[in-house]
């Protein structure tokens, strides 16, 4: 009986462990989280969302609070347009996050950066550029390119002395979605290291619409392996979003599939970076307490636990300290919705905002609990202690169970003392 141990993902001459670690921001897939995947073999990812105030917390660094600052002026202005990133400041904060985290990589795996096109910041191609060269700058081994269809992407860093030699890849959900890739760089005569595929199950942001369950991600993969095959393009395919168990992986490992991607059982993980309480209320979570919804200013539905306290705030745009998702117009649907409701209620009290989120202040507050559709299986991996709260296990044990479980089993982890 195959065990995930049995396969290995192949990059050029080298190998490893067939497990990638997905990147959950904000600062959720911690660096100690990537740093135990690329120890143990496998490749972990580290997000850039909101890099800025990730720096903050891990260097003590003052770049919100420095922006938040300068733009004071504009605080009650609806019109965020003039807000803007300094470009050298969120290199520095890129190189920081990155730099630190490869300096202390150990073992033989490798360690990604997660790149939301999405992340648009009033400067949607100079800001991307830039998150991406520094990246590649402080030495990260490879960049996942995810939340949007990164046309453009690849030309951004085409001149970067790291362009070629770096591992580079791109989630997508269809087939269509990576032959627009392929078209739109093919005179780059560069191709993606890897193709992450995503199905309707994972964690997030989607790559779906509301009709997301009549997709089914072993179908969209095959699909995938095939169009890869018949165009004779020797490119690993990487399997993402539902994937509980090792015998889920071996199922797609053996359908031809390089490796596949997890995030949900790390989400539970003493690395991961959400609050231990939040984590309780993943496992303590039930299959219809998970939703997707459509209140991401993104424009992508989004999977979540719906108790989860964003869901409905009519919190004041805070742009000024982060507005990552302004667009090159400086707008913002939550903007919109927000400045609806404070219309009907000029004193700005008791207003509720249900159709958006301010996605950015409840990530970056761990308000907003976004999660995969198997999280209501979190609870039966760990043990249920004598005051209520469920057991947290460690990323080296989640990630071998993964490697070496058989027959649909979940090890649980060792009693704690």
Same mark, same amino acid.
């Given at each position: 009986?195959?065990?995930?141990?049995?396969?290995?993902?192949?990059?050029?001459?080298?190998?490893?462990?067939?497990?990638?670690?997905?990147?959950?921001? @904000?600062?959720?897939?911690?660096?100690?989280?990537?740093?135990?995947?690329?120890?143990?073999?496998?490749?972990?990812?580290?997000?850039?969302?909101?890099?800025?105030?990730?720096?903050?917390?891990?260097?003590? &660094?003052?770049?919100?609070?420095?922006?938040?600052?300068?733009?004071?002026? #504009? /605080?009650?202005?609806?019109?965020?347009?003039?807000?803007?990133?300094?470009?050298?400041?969120?290199?520095?904060?890129?190189?920081?996050?990155?730099?630190?985290?490869?300096?202390?990589?150990?073992?033989?795996?490798?360690?990604?950066? #997660?790149?939301?096109?999405?992340?648009?910041?009033?400067?949607?191609?100079?800001?991307? =550029?830039?998150?991406?060269?520094?990246?590649?700058?402080?030495?990260?081994?490879?960049?996942?390119?995810?939340?949007?269809?990164? +046309? %453009?992407?690849?030309?951004?860093?085409?001149?970067?002395?790291?362009?070629?030699?770096?591992?580079?890849?791109?989630?997508?959900?269809?087939?269509?979605?990576?032959?627009?890739?392929?078209?739109?760089?093919?005179?780059?005569?560069?191709?993606?290291?890897?193709?992450?595929?995503?199905?309707?199950?994972?964690?997030?942001?989607?790559?779906?619409?509301?009709?997301?369950?009549?997709?089914?991600?072993?179908?969209? &993969?095959?699909?995938?392996?095939?169009?890869?095959?018949?165009?004779?393009?020797? /490119?690993?395919?990487?399997?993402?979003? %539902?994937?509980?168990?090792?015998?889920?992986?071996?199922?797609?490992?053996?359908?031809?599939?390089?490796?596949?991607?997890?995030?949900?059982?790390?989400?539970?993980?003493?690395?991961?970076?959400?609050?231990?309480?939040?984590? =309780?209320?993943?496992?303590?979570?039930?299959?219809?307490?998970?939703?997707?919804?459509?209140?991401?200013? &993104?424009?992508?539905?989004?999977?979540?636990?719906?108790?989860?306290?964003? /869901?409905?705030?009519?919190?004041?745009?805070?742009?000024?300290?982060?507005?990552?998702?302004?667009? %090159?117009?400086?707008?913002?649907?939550? /903007?919109?919705?927000?400045?609806?409701?404070?219309?009907?209620?000029?004193?700005?009290?008791?207003?509720?905002? +249900?159709?958006?989120?301010?996605?950015?202040? =409840?990530?970056?507050?761990?308000?907003?609990?976004?999660?995969?559709?198997?999280?209501?299986?979190?609870?039966?991996?760990?043990?249920? =202690?004598?005051?209520?709260?469920?057991?947290?296990?460690?990323?080296?044990?989640?990630?071998?169970?993964?490697?070496?479980? @058989?027959?649909?089993?979940?090890?649980?982890?060792?009693?704690?003392?």
């Amino acid at each position: 009986m195959k065990r995930v141990d049995d396969f290995r993902l192949r990059f050029g001459h080298k190998e490893y462990v067939p497990i990638m670690v997905g990147g959950m921001g @904000v600062d959720i897939s911690t660096a100690e989280l990537a740093l135990e995947a690329a120890r143990l073999g496998g490749i972990g990812h580290i997000s850039d969302a909101m890099v800025n105030d990730v720096s903050d917390r891990r260097f003590d &660094t003052s770049f919100v609070k420095d922006k938040t600052k300068l733009y004071k002026h #504009n /605080i009650l202005n609806t019109d965020k347009s003039a807000v803007k990133f300094d470009l050298d400041i969120l290199a520095e904060a890129t190189r920081r996050h990155v730099g630190a985290t490869m300096e202390a990589k150990k073992g033989d795996g490798l360690i990604f950066v #997660n790149c939301m096109e999405k992340l648009t910041m009033n400067g949607p191609r100079e800001t991307l =550029q830039v998150r991406m060269a520094s990246a590649l700058d402080a030495g990260i081994d490879g960049i996942t390119l995810s939340a949007g269809l990164h +046309l %453009g992407s690849f030309g951004l860093i085409a001149e970067h002395a790291r362009f070629r030699d770096a591992k580079l890849g791109i989630i997508v959900s269809s087939v269509r979605a990576l032959q627009l890739f392929l078209r739109k760089n093919a005179k780059l005569n560069r191709l993606p290291d890897f193709v992450v595929v995503e199905g309707p199950l994972a964690g997030g942001h989607l790559g779906f619409g509301l009709d997301w369950a009549q997709y089914d991600l072993a179908a969209i &993969t095959a699909e995938v392996i095939q169009y890869l095959k018949d165009e004779q393009l020797a /490119i690993p395919v990487v399997a993402a979003g %539902g994937i509980f168990t090792g015998s889920d992986a071996v199922s797609f490992l053996q359908a031809g599939s390089a490796a596949v991607q997890v995030a949900t059982r790390f989400t539970v993980a003493r690395e991961c970076g959400l609050p231990d309480e939040v984590k =309780q209320d993943y496992f303590r979570a039930n299959e219809d307490d998970i939703v997707v919804n459509t209140i991401s200013p &993104t424009g992508y539905p989004m999977r979540m636990l719906k108790s989860s306290p964003a /869901i409905g705030d009519g919190i004041r745009p805070n742009c000024e300290s982060y507005g990552y998702l302004l667009d %090159g117009s400086g707008n913002c649907a939550y /903007i919109t919705s927000y400045n609806r409701e404070l219309a009907l209620h000029p004193d700005g009290k008791n207003i509720s905002v +249900l159709d958006k989120t301010c996605l950015c202040t =409840q990530m970056r507050n761990f308000k907003l609990w976004t999660c995969g559709h198997t999280t209501y299986r979190l609870k039966d991996t760990t043990h249920r =202690q004598a005051d209520g709260s469920y057991q947290l296990l460690s990323a080296e044990h989640i990630f071998n169970d993964y490697l070496h479980s @058989v027959d649909h089993q979940v090890a649980l982890p060792a009693p704690a003392v």
